[in-house]
């Protein structure tokens, strides 16, 4: 078996099995968030065409038969799988009136490459395509460019939206959407090299390969925390105001009973609902009975804070009030008991906020 029969086999089996462990990583979550689902089953499409791809170059030879012919069929089905993994995270940080938007460009874009394919095919004769297959990698890569910046775009656009309509631990999102898609966009800038320049087939193709395992359970350890993510995006998109009912909504901020909301923000507190990891800006406004734009003007104007951070700091005085009256309590009780998603998660804050680590505030209270 020569060098490049080798990587296509062994290739064709990684993205297989990257495609098998998406698949089944259903039976382990618990917790059904339609993003996630439909994410997913997109990456699994992905990879199951990136296997195709891999056995019809090893049962055709494409790339053996030339390096024109292999780039071409490489082109073929690069592009499907970028637009497909853009999808996916996209639809995970993204309303339906962007990936409207993201959809059409991805259908024009192949289409092109398709017919810039096909025009070859009827002037050449063969699958040595010439100039034409320049002008696909041109389309490719261009495409390739929009649908691997775009979701980086969009990760960092929707970001500041989640820190202030959420208050989980956003720390596994975060890492999906920045650091994984950081390693594709570095990876998918390079296959337009990998797919014309075969000696750097066999450098860059492992490494994008370990990249793109990496980042497929990066994707899988998001689907076990998503949940209030998820909550926060879908309720954006169904709640956002246009023009008009902003207008409507700052009349009634105005006009609104401000003690009544304050009264009922401290009904809330008293009962200890923050301590539920879930909670978002869309579920406290639903519990109180005021529209989620609204509750966060009112948060914004009284307290002078995003609700994250408002929260947050609820959460950091019932700490210090357990770890005062219950010296007994570990770390992670007092995290669970006020509401933090994690232990790491509620040290961070709390060290933000105070200067001290938990166990250090306790130790400088009780003076030992």
């Known amino acids: 078996m020569d060098n490049l029969l080798l990587i296509q086999f062994s290739s064709m089996i990684l993205t ?37 791809h891999y ?35 996209v639809n995970l940080s993204s309303g339906s009136r962007y990936l409207k938007r993201h959809i059409i460009f991805s259908i024009i874009s192949y289409s092109l490459i398709v017919v810039t394919f096909i025009i070859g095919l009827y002037f050449q004769r ?53 650091t994984g898609t950081l390693l594709l966009l570095i990876t998918s800038l390079l296959s337009p090299a990998m ?53 409507r909504e700052e009349d009634a901020l105005q006009g609104m009973d401000i003690a009544s909301i304050k009264e009922s923000l401290d009904a809330w507190v008293a009962k200890g609902s923050f301590s539920n990891p879930d909670i978002s800006l869309a579920k406290l406004a639903h519990s109180i009975g005021v529209p989620a734009q609204m509750l966060s003007r009112y948060i914004g104007t009284c307290y002078g804070v995003t609700f994250r951070v408002w ?3 609820i959460r950091i005085e019932e700490a210090k009030r357990i770890l005062i009256s219950n010296p007994e309590a570990t770390i992670e009780f007092v995290a669970e008991e006020c509401g933090f998603a994690s232990r790491s998660y509620f040290q961070n804050l709390f060290k933000a906020e105070t200067g001290f680590t938990p166990r250090e505030w306790r130790i400088k209270m009780y003076g030992s």
């Open 16 to 52: 297989f099995f990257i495609g098998l462990m998406l698949a089944l990583s259903r039976v382990h979550i618990s917790t059904i968030v339609s993003r996630y689902e439909t994410s997913r089953w997109m990456m699994v499409c992905s990879m199951l065409i990136y296997s195709i």
């Open 195 to 247: 797919i014309f320049f075969r000696p750097l087939l066999f450098v860059l193709g492992p490494i994008f390969l370990l990249i793109l395992f990496i980042y497929s359970l990066n994707f899988v350890c998001l689907g076990f925390g998503l949940r209030p993510v998820a909550d926060v995006l879908d309720s954006q998109e169904n709640n956002s105001p246009d023009s008009e009912g902003k207008d």
């Open 311 to 313: 929260l947050s700091k």
């Open 126 to 178: 063969s699958l040595h395509l010439g100039n034409f297959l320049y002008a696909m990698g041109a389309e490719f890569f261009v495409s390739i460019v929009f649908a691997v910046f775009d979701p980086f775009k969009e990760s960092r656009r929707i970001r500041s939206e989640l820190e202030s309509n959420t208050a989980g631990d956003l720390g596994i999102y975060n890492n999906f959407m920045l």
């Open 55 to 89: 056995l019809l170059q090893i049962l055709f030879g494409f790339r053996a038969s030339g390096d024109d012919v292999g780039a071409a069929v490489n082109i073929l089905f690069y592009a499907p799988v970028a637009y497909l993994l853009s999808f996916s995270i």
